[in-house]
């Protein structure tokens, strides 16, 4: 071993970055989507999807 050299610690990460209030990132809520409703029907490349609201307020994406 070489007394000259230093163990080094391995670099940390850093830490993920969230969207902020301010990004160019579209924001919305569920309630402006769903307008009252528990299904919403969604148009992507010519496929329809569901967005589905449960009982229990999470959301379930089908194809």
Do not use: C, W
């Amino acid at each position: 071993m070489n007394p000259d050299r230093t163990a080094r610690a391995a670099p940390t990460p850093a830490p993920p970055r969230l969207a902020n209030q301010h990004s160019s990132v579209p924001r919305t809520t569920s309630q402006a989507l769903f307008r009252g409703a528990d299904l919403l029907l969604i148009e992507h490349d010519g496929e329809t999807y569901t967005l589905r609201r449960t009982r229990q307020g999470k959301l379930i994406l089908n194809k």
